[in-house]
C-alpha cells in the first residue's frame, strides 16, 4: 500500500461515517431513540409509515409485567436508534387487539416494512420469567431482525 491507497480508504471511510450520522439524525428527526406511547390506530399507523423497524408494547397499566418491558424497552431506544420503539394500552385499542390477535400483557408486536412480521407473548421467549435482563431482550429483538446486537 501506498500512501495514494491509504487516502482513498480514509476517504471512503470518512464518506461511510458521515452517511451514517446522516441516517442517525433522519432517524431521531422521526421520533426514534425515545420511548413513546401512541394513543389510537392512527397514531399507530402513522408510526408504521414513517419507520421501517417498529417494536410495539401492548400493555395495560395494572399489569405489574408490563412494567418490566417499559423498563427495558426505556434503556433499548436509546441504544438501537435503528428501531422505534412505541406502547399503546391494548385497553383503549380494542380494533388493533383484534386485528394483531393479542390476548396477554404485555405482547410486543414487531413490524418491519409496515408488515406485522411476529408477536412476542408474555415472557416465554425471555426465558419465562419476569427477571430476565436487558440483554436477553436485545438477544430476541436481534433475532427476529429488529435490532443490531453484537
Known sequence: MDDDDIERMREKRLRE??????????????????????????????????????????????????????????????????????????????YLCEKLNIWMMPTIVLIKDRKTEHSIVGFDEFGGTDKFTRSDMAKVLAHHGMIEYK
Open 17 to 94: 461515517m458521515k452517511k451514517q450520522h446522516q441516517r442517525k439524525i433522519q432517524l431521531k428527526r422521526n421520533g426514534h431513540g425515545t420511548y413513546t406511547e401512541v394513543h389510537n390506530e392512527k397514531e399507530f399507523f402513522e408510526v408504521g409509515k414513517k419507520s421501517n423497524l417498529v417494536a410495539c408494547h401492548f400493555y395495560r397499566p395494572t399489569t405489574k409485567h408490563c412494567w418490566v418491558v417499559d423498563k427495558h424497552f426505556q434503556k433499548l431506544c436509546a441504544e438501537h436508534l435503528e428501531c422505534k420503539f412505541i406502547k399503546i394500552n391494548a385497553e383503549k385499542s380494542p
